[in-house]
């Protein structure tokens, strides 16, 4: 599958990409401490705390840049805080936007540590792959499809990292670039018919097991925004320009969990897709 690596310049320019105000970045000494917190899984200082949404985007690209050398080069972008229930439990009114890293994929089936992280989550995503750069003028859902060559399966396994008593806002989250940390890619569904697509991923269920069969999560696709596709298109209104081959995580269709929920493995069915496709990560002691 193609994949786009963005420069430190382009991702700068693209994570900036906002209603211009000046902005006031962390400094290097903060931004280098966040790197070693995330290398060590110790518990990190919020960046970002006392800033405006745009201080916070400035502090993502210059983190990106840093976290090259532990999760690679941007590949892509995330959706997040995309339900009224997260909005509301984290303080804001819209989604937020963080970055994907090409060494944070793995594949389907993976096995990760319980405590991959240092306050880790699993949650039930969806990846959708840019197939022409048209996407950036795209509507409608059904324009959004004609514009994505696949789309994957995903269970993301965020990291909200931050120490006890830090605090949680959408500044601090997407200042940390919304927790990225690993995500269970699963195999590639070719976009075949947009349109016929389109109505699949509106329509669908998304249905999140543990390792027992016990269903933790249910979702209709109308819980991200209304349309998966929703996701890209607000990605696009907030500034961001895609490229053919970058990956769009399109948000979460339900509840954060952490892993001991899954007693072991978690898999999450899509019902309506062609095929019924799944994707499961197995945690370890």
Request: charged letters at 15%; aromatic letters at 4%; hydrophobic letters at 50%.
């Amino acid at each position: 599958m193609p994949r786009t690596i963005r420069t430190a310049a382009a991702v700068t320019a693209a994570i900036l990409a906002a209603p211009a105000a000046w902005a006031a970045c962390a400094t290097d000494d903060e931004v280098a401490a966040f790197v070693e917190a995330f290398t060590a899984r110790t518990p990190a200082t919020a960046l970002g705390a006392d800033g405006s949404m745009e201080d916070a985007r400035c502090t993502q690209a210059k983190l990106a840049t840093a976290m090259e050398s532990e999760l690679g080069p941007v590949i892509g972008y995330k959706a997040g805080l995309t339900s009224p229930p997260a909005q509301e439990r984290f303080g804001v009114t819209e989604p937020v936007r963080g970055v994907l890293y090409r060494d944070m994929m793995l594949e389907d089936g993976a096995a990760v540590p319980a405590a991959f992280g240092i306050v880790p989550f699993f949650e039930a995503d969806l990846v959708m792959v840019v197939g022409s750069a048209a996407i950036n003028e795209a509507s409608t859902p059904e324009a959004v499809m004609a514009s994505v060559s696949a789309i994957h399966p995903f269970i993301e396994l965020p990291d909200l990292m931050l120490a006890q008593g830090q605090p949680l806002t959408g500044e601090t989250i997407t200042s940390m670039g919304v927790g990225p940390r690993m995500g269970v890619l699963g195999a590639a569904i070719p976009v075949e018919e947009p349109a016929v697509m389109a109505a699949a991923l509106g329509s669908m269920t998304v249905r999140m097991t543990d390792a027992a069969g016990e269903v933790l999560t249910e979702a209709p696709g109308a819980a991200v925004l209304g349309h998966p596709a929703q996701a890209v298109m607000w990605l696009v209104g907030d500034g961001v320009t895609l490229r053919p081959g970058d990956l769009i995580s399109v948000g979460s269709f339900g509840p954060l969990m952490p892993p001991a929920k899954a007693g072991g493995e978690a898999m999450v069915t899509y019902l309506g897709l062609p095929g019924d496709p799944t994707v499961r990560v197995r945690f370890t002691d």
